[in-house]
């Protein structure tokens, strides 16, 4: 009795050199996307390590503002605000109960204490950074985006710069210390997954602080 049997066709049942060849080619391009993502966390990582061990422990470094903000984040305890008064050049003077606040109004909208400040300046509160809401026309104190004030206190110098209101010198440290928090901001960020610790966010901020207060005093009028 003959057999039934169907002629094999090898071309469709066996895959071609080329085709395992494009395959092992791209599971060892997903492998070494794998090797690259993990090598940059552990990097990242261990520069926040660094950059944590070359600050010592947040938590000791309070300057009277503990873990918060030391730009003071609710109105409690401040008198009133007024509107800004433009007085040229990105600068503005907000009335605050019976004080006028030198401010710098930046790109992003919000209200500095970078501007230079009178010799006889005196203000009882911490000078806060404050923001004008659209919707009561009221002016507050604000806490803006870590980054957002990073970004903001550059751009001031590079105005300050274009505009000769800074000795160069001063220009370039505080663009340098400016760059350095940036450069911490984003490695801490990466480590943390898109987090960064409270004491860590505050330590920088507190470093900006610094600088916009160095800012205000050696910007000319």
Known sequence: MLKNTRPVDHKSSTKSPSANIKMLAFLLYVVILFMAGVATAHQASAQADVYRGNQGSPGRKTVGFGFSNPYQSTAAGYPSFGMPQDVGNGFYSVKAGSVALPMWKA?????????????????????????????????????????????????????AKLEKRMAEADISRLSAKIAEIKEKERALRVAGFGNIDPSDEAQMRRELQQIGSECSSKTKP
Do not use: C, H
């Open 107 to 159: 790109p992003s909208g919000y209200l500095y204490p970078w501007a230079p400040r009178p010799e006889s300046f005196s203000y009882a509160y911490p000078m806060p950074v404050l923001a004008v809401s659209k919707i009561n026309q009221s002016t507050a104190p604000a806490v803006p985006p870590l980054a957002v004030e990073i970004q903001d206190l550059g751009n001031y110098l590079e105005k």
